[in-house]
Nanobody, 116 residues
Framework: QVQLVESGGGLVQAGGSLRLSCAAS????????MGWFRQAPGKEREFVAS?????GRTYAESVKGRFTISGDNAKSYLQMNSLKPEDTAVYYC????????????WGQGTQVTVSS
């Protein structure tokens, strides 16, 4: 079983920046994909960004050009710039092997609130 711990959230004004961190422990992989997701009140959890062990990055259209994901097999960071009120959500990280599904185990998440 993998354990995921997110940190770095907070309250920021629109246009501001935050940097989220994620640490994975337990059952991690020598080659992995780490991802970030978010869930706003009343909405389903949605994909934000991912980074593979080889450095390949994928972003949701809504965050392209504003968010940057980085990290390695067991740590991930999400640099969020030009934040908008619609980015307000609880942010979660996750991990999977290439070609597999995301882990069913989620961390507690970190709250990001963007005020207008």
């Amino acid at each position: 079983q993998v354990q995921l711990v997110e940190s770095g959230g907070g309250l920021v004004q629109a246009g501001g920046s935050l940097r989220l961190s994620c640490a994975a422990s337990g059952r991690t992989f020598s080659r992995s994909v780490m991802g970030w997701f978010r869930q706003a009140p009343g909405k389903e959890r949605e994909f934000v960004a991912s980074i593979s062990w080889s450095g390949g990055r994928t972003y949701a259209e809504s965050v392209k050009g504003r968010f940057t994901i980085s990290g390695d097999n067991a740590k991930s960071y999400l640099q969020m710039n030009s934040l908008k009120p619609e980015d307000t959500a609880v942010y979660y990280c996750n991990i999977r092997e290439p070609g597999s599904i995301w882990s069913p185990y989620w961390g507690q998440g970190t709250q990001v609130t963007v005020s207008s």
